[in-house]
C-alpha cells in the first residue's frame, strides 16, 4: 500500500515497524460539544485507513485519546479550557459535560459504521503518565517552570518544525497572543506542558497534584503520553485533521522525540477539511452541522459517508445540501442495483469480471486510499452485473469485500414490515395472472406507506423510498 506520508510529503511504500502488525493512533475529539460533521469526515477517513490495513492482512492496534480536559479555546494556549466553558453553558459538571459528549461522540461512530478504536483513553484518566514525560522533559532540558505554567523550551529542540515546514519566525507570529498571556514565557512558540491554578485558571474545577503545584495538563502531552503507554515509541501511523500539523502534532513531536531521543511515528497522515461555504466548519466557528441535523432532515448516516468517500482524503471537500442529496440518490440507487445483483440465480462462474474489478478495487485502495476511484470501480461492476449474469453468490461475496473497506452497509437489506412484504406478494399474485389494474392499485399503496417495488429479472424487490 503507498500512503501519503505528511513529513516526506511524498506518496511512500508502507512497511510496518513489526511485521504484520500495525499500530496506529489517531487524535480524538475534545468533549465539550457534538462532534461535527467536518469532525466526522476526519474519523470516517481514518477509519478506511484501519479497515484498508485488515483488508491487506494486517492486524491494527487503534488507539485515540478523549480530550476531557486542557485543550483552551485557542489551540496556542490562550483563552479558557473548552471543557470548562461547556460547563458554565450548560450548568452541569465538567465531568458531566466529557461523559455526555463522549457518549455522543460513540453514538456518531456507530451510526456511521466507524469501527470504534481498540483503545479510547480520556486525558484525565492518564494524568500520572502525563506527569511522568513532563518530569522526562525536565531532565533532558526541555522543560521550564514560570510562575504560572510549565513550558516546552521550542528553541532547544532542533527540528521544531520538521512536520509543518514553517519558518519559527511564521510560528511566533502566529502564537504571539498567546505570548501576552505569560511574560515570563521565553520564546513565543514555547507550548504550555503543565497549568498551574494562578490567574485566570485559579478556579479551574479539573485539578491534580503535580511537582509543580496542583493544576492540569497542557492539551499536546496527553497524546504523547497515550501513544507511548499503548503503543510505544515509535509507532507506524498517527493521524488527524490537518489543522493539527502547524500546532498540535508539531507539539507531540517535541515533546515525545524530546523525551524520549527517538521518532514518534513513522508515517504521518492528515485529512483536509470539511468546508461550507469557503470556510473551514468548526465547532467554535458556529458554522457547525451535526449528524444529528443531517437525520433530521431526512438523510441517514451511510448519505454521509457516502458523500465523504466521493471525495479523496487529501481533497478539501465543500459540503451543500445538494451534493447530500446527490449523494443520497447514488447510494440508495448503489444499494438497489446490489439487491438485484445478489438475487441472480445463475450458476454461471462469475470469473473475470469479479477479478477485473477487484484489481482496480485494490489499487485504487492501495494507492493512498483512493476511494472516489474504488466507488467508481464498484458502479462498474455493477453495471456489468447487470448485463452479464454474474452469480449472485459471487456479487455477493465480491462486494462483501469491497464493503469491508467502505463500510457502506452495501449488503445489508432495510427491514420491510410484514403488511408491506403481504402487499407485495398480493400485487405479484395479479401481475402473474395479468390483472395489471390491481397490481398497479397494489403498487401504489405501497408507495403510499414509503416503500417502493421494482421489478428485476430475478423478482420484484422491495425497498424504503
Ligand atoms: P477536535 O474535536 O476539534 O479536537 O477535532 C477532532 C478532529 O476533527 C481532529 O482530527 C481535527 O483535525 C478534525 N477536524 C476539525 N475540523 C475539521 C473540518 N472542518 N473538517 C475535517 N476535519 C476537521
Ligand atoms: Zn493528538
Known sequence: MKIYNTLSQKKELFKPLHGKRVGLYTCGPTVYNYAHIGNLRTYIFEDILERALE?????????????????????????????????????????????????????????????????????????????????????????YETSSAVYFDTSKFKKYTKLSRQKLSEKRTASREAVVEDSEKR??????????????????????????????????????????????????????????????????????????????????MHGEFLVIDQARMGKSAGNFLTLKTLEEKGFNP???RYLVLTAHYRSPLNFTWESLEAAKNAYERLKEQIATAVAVKSKEPAGKFTEVFLKKFNAAINDDLNAPVALAALHEFLSVCAVHSVSG????????????????????????????????????LYRGSKQFVQADYLRKQIESLGYKVSDTPSGPVVRRT
Not at 462483501?400 to 400485487?427: F, M
Request: charged residues 25%; aromatic residues 12%.
Open 393 to 428: 453468490v459471487s456479487a455477493r461475496e465480491t462486494i462483501k469485500k469491497a464493503d469491508s473497506v467502505l463500510g457502506l452497509e452495501l449488503l445489508k437489506q432495510d427491514k420491510i414490515p410484514a403488511n408491506i412484504i403481504r402487499l407485495a406478494r398480493e400485487r405479484e
Open 55 to 143: 483488508y491487506d492482512g494486517y492486524s491494527v492496534k487503534r488507539v485515540m485519546n478523549i480530550t476531557d480536559v486542557g485543550h483552551l479555546t485557542s489551540d496556542a494556549d490562550s483563552g479558557e479550557d473548552k471543557l470548562e466553558r461547556g460547563a458554565e453553558r450548560e450548568k452541569k459538571t465538567v465531568w458531566d459535560v466529557a461523559k455526555f459528549y463522549t457518549d455522543a461522540f460513540f453514538a456518531d461512530l456507530k451510526s456511521l459504521n466507524i469501527e470504534k478504536p481498540k483503545i479510547t483513553a480520556p486525558a484525565t484518566k492518564f494524568v500520572p503518565e502525563q506527569i511522568k514525560i513532563i518530569k522526562k522533559l525536565f531532565e533532558c532540558g526541555f522543560a
Open 302 to 304: 451511510m448519505h454521509y
Open 187 to 268: 520564546n513565543p512558540s514555547d507550548f504550555a506542558l503543565w497549568f498551574k491554578l494562578v490567574g485566570k485558571f485559579k478556579n479551574h474545577t479539573m485539578q491534580w497534584k503535580s511537582p509543580w503545584g496542583t493544576g492540569f495538563p497542557g492539551w499536546h502531552i496527553e497524546c504523547s503520553a497515550i501513544s507511548t503507554k499503548f503503543l510505544g515509541q515509535p509507532f507506524d501511523i498517527h493521524t488527524g485533521g490537518i489543522d493539527h500539523i502547524p500546532v498540535h502534532h508539531t507539539n507531540e513531536i517535541a515533546q515525545s522525540e524530546g523525551a524520549f531521543g527517538k521518532p514518534l511515528a513513522k508515517y504521518w
